[in-house]
Nanobody
Framework: QLQASGGGLVQAGGSLRLSCTAS????????LGWFRQAPGKEREFVAA????????YLADSLKGRFTISRDNAKNTVYLQMNSLKPEDTAVYYC????????????????????WGQGTLVTVSS
């Protein structure tokens, strides 16, 4: 089971760090991803990390502001979000992929088998 946390209300230009923790034991997944869905919009890929070697993947539009990292000891994946903008307002979901499908496919929802409940990020202008 995945538990996402760390969302909240922040002013534009501020920062938040989201966490995704697996309960019930260490991550056995091949990759962990973050997606977001803004009101009235499709869910979109944010970032992903390959658990085995820590390779990271970010949506091009978010590079330079967002980073993804992991802490194996804490069984947790983080999404550090800096210089937040009102358009970053969304519910952020973490998801786990059991079998690695390849870096290209990490940007799509389909390969992910498990999803957390989402955490709301609101960026005020």
């Amino acid at each position: 089971q995945l538990q996402a946390s760390g969302g909240g209300l922040v002013q534009a230009g501020g920062s938040l760090r989201l966490s995704c923790t697996a309960s019930g034991g260490p991550f056995s997944s091949a990759a962990l991803g973050w997606f977001r869905q803004a009101p009235g919009k499709e869910r979109e890929f944010v970032a992903a990390i390959r658990w085995s070697d820590g390779s990271t993947y970010l949506a091009d539009s978010l590079k330079g502001r967002f980073t993804i990292s992991r802490d194996n000891a804490k069984n947790t994946v983080y999404l550090q979000m800096n210089s937040l903008k009102p358009e970053d307002t969304a519910v952020y979901y973490c998801a786990a992929e059991s079998d690695y499908s390849g870096s290209y496919f990490l940007q799509f929802s389909e390969p992910y088998d498990y999803w957390g409940q989402g955490t709301l990020v609101t960026v005020s202008s």
